[in-house]
DNA sequence: CCCCGGCGATACTGCCGAGGTATCGGTCGC
DNA sequence: GCGACCGATACCTCGGCAGTATCGCCGGGG
């Protein structure tokens, strides 16, 4: 199976449609069409069942597209990260969502930059749900994550640190009074809708809340008094006057893990991770 | 970068030598050094140094090996994946140590044949170390791993039992009659050398010992009194009359864990998981 | 010291197959 | 019933992969 046919399969996979996932590869229909029967034969496998009216994906199909997206993201690590090796230019790239575990994460990139044969740690904040995707397909050597929000399946971790969330309200707003709130209170009784986050795919799910990116974004939102959020209580460093955080005892537990490719074979890698589980 | 050109990278990064190379991927020479110019050039980096009698990795070309090797098994498993699903035959295929933790899977498989919509479990009993590939490349679904000897990284995974273990020695033995050993005791003063075990790219380690690919070859070389071995108690059940086992307290206790790919997202898989936990 | 043998690179050729254009056949909507 | 849309088919072109022949380099043996 070469990675061209993959990606062919995918970009019909997900367009659902010969002609646009064509223009999307940049290639005409009907090599697209023949490609993809040549897949199905080679495989003995139907997966696409195609009306003339539409396109939809069989389950060995769905399977074919998860697996072709893990192994394509395979592919492009590979060579990215051959490239960075080739430059000789030693240094990591660190993924971390943008504005979480902000004073984490500046402890973590001190106490390893004090440390004798420290490299340049290259910072890149994410939207939310980009992290998993950069690690796989090598953009990134290591990551924050947040459990329970993120998953770690497939990484190796360490866990840094556990906190409790709190509700952020608009200053102002009736519930900011309480010394504490519950989950329940926060939904119901708020007023206010909880934002929506970019699914994996950067879709988002249906729901009432305004869709958010980032947590900047969010805090404006909230500020505005058109949504309200509950955050790891870290987030408090960052809050504004216009905006009051309220401990929500019931909502879980976060905690932040710091997560690396399986089998990453760097003594820079491995300098950070001590450097962050000695924190 | 097409996955021929991975393939073509490993062959010869792994034979150093670009006619057995070529021989080993059945096709001619000249195409293959090509070939490799090729992915140099679009990399922009030297992958392999060449003097006219000698072929050695650069570290950017250790780099592409092993990342090389993981993307090549995720297309691989892509393929495989998708044509199981395509049969339209549910069924699992787990993969197990020969000779390791076999009461734990006999109860596996009787507790999740009982279960409401059990599928049938394939089991591979493999050589140590071919589990973790197995379960990369698609040939298998589930694994049975022993912690620490296992790695698990990159998997998901849930621990089922934990033991410790015994030294396996010829019956008679002069040490057979005690009631615990050391592990130095056992390596020292047996006067019988540990196995080598195969490494995950199938060779074997330097040493005194001699090389075994399964636990019956091992039990069979003890019995002979041409080795000992340090292996979980659970072994026990399947000694001969003709070995004796003895506790060894200070040797690592070992973990049984069933693994599976991150991202898994099948109904028999998880039902098995859950069967494996309940028991 | 020279020549031979081994190895990777280069030169040149041929052919397979990926991709393009034109068109067909089926289906839905008006 | 006709037009529009969509995927499949027919046919052609051409780039690039693979093969053969050969070169250039180097080390070892006579």
Known sequence: METRELRYFVAVAEELHFGRAARRLGIAQPPLSRAIQQIERRLGAELLTRTSRSVTLTEAGAVLLREAKAALDAVDAAERRTRRAATGRPGLVLVAKAGASAELLAKLLDAYAAEPGAVPVDVQLSGVAQQERSLRDGRADVALLHRPFDSTSGFDTESLSTEGQVAVLPAGHPLSVRTALSMLEVTEESGLPLPRWPLFDGSYPAGPGPEVRDHAQL?????????????????????????????????????????????????????????????
């Open 219 to 279: 805090l404006q939102l909230i500020a505005l008094g058109r949504a309200t959020a509950v955050l790891p209580e870290s987030c408090r460093s960052q809050l504004r006057g216009d905006l009051a955080a309220v401990p929500v005892p019931d909502a879980p537990r976060v905690t932040t893990v710091i997560a690396w490719p399986p089998h990453s074979r760097s003594r820079a890698l491995a300098g950070l991770v001590r450097a962050a589980t000695r924190l």
